[in-house]
C-alpha cells in the first residue's frame, strides 16, 4: 500500500498582504497576486494524475483549488473538508500581527517560543489552538489515507493546518510547528507506505520554484541570522548502480556533474559567504562546481561531514549483501537505528559526529547583527540525520527524509544558536528535473 500526497498553501490573500490574522476568518480573499500563483501551481500540477483534490472550505484555499482544478488535465473534482479549515485564533483573528505582539507580549512570546502551550478562549471554553489542531490532522489522515492506495491526492488548505499535516505525519512534536515554512502557493511532498501510523517519506517540504523563486526569503523583520544551504552531492557511478559506496572515495559521475552545474545555477545569484564540505571527493567536487559563481569564497572541509562508514558493505550490491549477511539487509531497511554496520559504523555514531560539525558550523558562523548564507556540501546518511535531528526526530526516522543527488535543503536560524532553525526547503529538486518530484536516483548511500 502507498499513496503519494501534494500538499498545497493557497495563493496570496488579502490579509496575508496587510499581514493581518486569518485564522478561521473567512474575510480574506485571494488577491490578484494570489491568483497568479494558483495558476502557475496548476500549471505545475497539469499533468498530475490525481485520484482526489481535498480543499479547506475557506475561500482563499478554495478559489486556489478551482483554479489549479481548471489547469489539470484529469479535471478532479474537489471534496470540501472540514478538516481542512485553518487553525482557530479567535482573539487575534481580525489583528495586524504587529497589533497583537504589542496587546498581547506573554502570549504572543509563548505563540513563537512554545506554540503547543499558547491558550484561548473560544466560546466560553479555554483550548490550545495548535494542539486541537494537531488533532484535526490526525483525524484527517486517519480517514483519508485508507481510501486511497495507490493514489496521488492532492490538498489545499492552509499555513497552520499544512503544517499540522506534516508534524503528524512524520509523529513530530507539536512544539516543532514554527519550525516548517509554507510559502503561498508552496507545495509538500509526502509519501505513506501504509496507513496513518506507518512510515511516510518527506520527499520534500516548501517547493516555490514553479513560482520563479528559487529560495524563500529571509523573513521581512530578520535583521540578523544565519542561512544553511545544505546539498547532497551529485550521482556517482555506484549511486546510478545502486552499490553501497560509504567512505569509499567515488567521485563524480557525468551526469552527477551536470547536477552539480544545474545546482550551481539554481544558486549563482544566492549571496553566499562561506561554505564548508564533506573531504571525500563527490562533495568536494560538488561544492567546487557551485562556487564557480562564487569566486571569493574560501571552501573548507569537515571530516565529520564523510559518510557513513558501511564497513564491509562498501562496494556490494543489495543481493551481495544479502547472501553474506542474511537478513542484516531488511533489519537495515526497518529499523536503520539497531544496525551495527560489520566493521563499519551505526547510526548513533553518525548522528554524534554529523550534528556535532552541524553545531560547529552554526557556532563558527553566526555573528549578531549580521545576515549571513553559508554552503554545507554533504552526503546522504550525513543530510538525514542533520534533518532528523532539526525537525526534532530521531535516529529511527533515518528513512522519513529524502535526499537526492544534488538536492538543496534550507535552513534558517533567526533566533541566534540557543533558538529553534526553520526549515525553510528541503530536498528542493525541481532545478534538476523541471517537475515536483524528486526523480533523482535511488540508488544506495
Not at 480543499?55 to 478538516?83: C, D, F, G, H
Not at 481580525?94 to 505563540?111: I, N
Not at 506507518?198 to 529560495?215: A, F, K, R
Not at 525537525?391 to 535552513?411: D, H, M, P, R, Y
Amino acid at each position: 500500500m502507498s499513496t503519494r500526497v501534494i500538499i498545497a498553501r493557497h495563493g496570496q490573500s488579502s490579509y496575508n498582504a496587510q499581514k493581518m490574522i486569518q485564522g478561521r476568518c473567512d474575510e480574506s480573499v485571494i488577491t490578484e497576486k494570489g491568483e497568479k500563483q494558483a495558476q502557475l501551481l496548476g500549471e505545475a500540477l497539469k499533468d498530475v494524475k490525481l485520484g482526489a483534490f481535498y480543499s479547506s472550505p475557506l475561500q482563499r484555499a478554495y478559489k486556489t483549488a478551482q483554479i489549479v482544478q481548471s489547469l489539470n488535465q484529469y479535471k478532479p473534482s474537489i471534496t470540501v473538508m472540514e478538516k481542512l479549515r485553518e487553525i482557530n485564533l479567535p482573539e487575534w483573528e481580525k489583528w495586524k500581527k504587529e497589533d497583537v505582539k504589542r496587546e498581547f507580549p506573554e502570549a504572543y512570546r509563548t505563540w513563537k517560543e512554545k506554540p503547543d502551550e499558547l491558550k484561548m478562549t473560544f466560546e466560553g471554553e479555554e483550548f490550545y489552538p495548535v494542539l486541537d489542531l494537531y488533532q484535526q490532522a490526525q483525524e484527517f489522515w486517519q480517514e483519508i489515507i485508507p481510501k486511497h492506495d495507490g493514489e496521488t491526492i492532492l490538498i489545499t488548505a492552509h499555513n497552520g493546518i499544512n503544517r499540522c499535516l506534516i508534524l503528524t505525519a512524520l509523529g513530530m512534536s507539536p512544539a516543532y510547528y514554527h519550525c516548517l515554512q509554507q510559502s503561498n502557493c508552496c507545495v509538500n511532498v509526502l509519501n505513506f507506505t501504509g496507513n496513518f501510523g506507518d512510515s511516510v517519506q518527506l520527499e520534500s517540504l516548501n517547493q516555490i520554484g514553479h513560482l520563479g523563486t528559487p529560495l524563500p526569503d529571509f523573513r521581512p523583520e530578520q535583521k540578523q541570522g544565519l542561512r544553511l544551504l545544505l546539498v547532497r552531492h551529485g550521482e556517482t557511478e555506484w549511486n546510478r548502480m545502486s552499490r553501497f559506496q560509504g567512505v569509499k572515495d567515488i567521485p563524480l559521475n557525468d551526469n552527477g556533474r551536470q547536477q552539480a552545474e544545474k545546482a550551481a545555477e539554481f544558486l549563482k545569484d544566492v549571496q553566499i559567504d562561506f561554505a564548508v564540505t564533506s573531504p571525500l571527493s563527490r562533495p568536494k567536487e560538488t561544492a567546487e562546481i557551485i562556487l564557480k559563481h562564487h569566486p571569493d569564497v574560501n571552501l573548507t572541509t569537515k571530516k565529520d561531514l564523510e559518510e557513513i562508514s558501511h564497513g564491509l558493505w562498501e562496494g556490494k550490491l543489495e543481493t551481495e549483501i544479502e547472501a553474506e549477511f542474511p537478513g542484516l539487509l531488511a533489519q537495515w531497511k526497518a529499523k536503520p537505528e539497531t544496525v551495527q554496520m560489520p566493521e563499519g559504523e551505526n547510526l548513533q555514531q553518525v548522528w554524534d559526529r554529523a550534528i556535532a560539525s552541524w553545531q560547529e558550523i552554526v557556532k563558527e558562523n553566526i555573528e549578531e547583527g549580521k545576515m549571513k548564507t553559508g554552503l554545507v556540501a554533504a552526503h546522504d546518511a550525513i543530510n538525514k540525520v542533520i534533518i532528523c535531528y532539526l525537525l526534532g526526530l530521531e535516529s529511527a526516522n533515518f528513512w522519513n527524509i529524502k535526499q537526492g543527488n544534488g538536492a538543496v535543503t534550507v535552513v534558517d536560524y533567526p533566533y541566534g544558536l540557543n533558538g529553534k532553525p526553520i526549515l525553510q526547503a528541503i530536498n528542493l529538486t525541481n532545478h534538476l528535473s523541471g517537475g515536483l518530484f524528486d526523480k533523482t536516483a535511488a540508488g544506495a548511500l
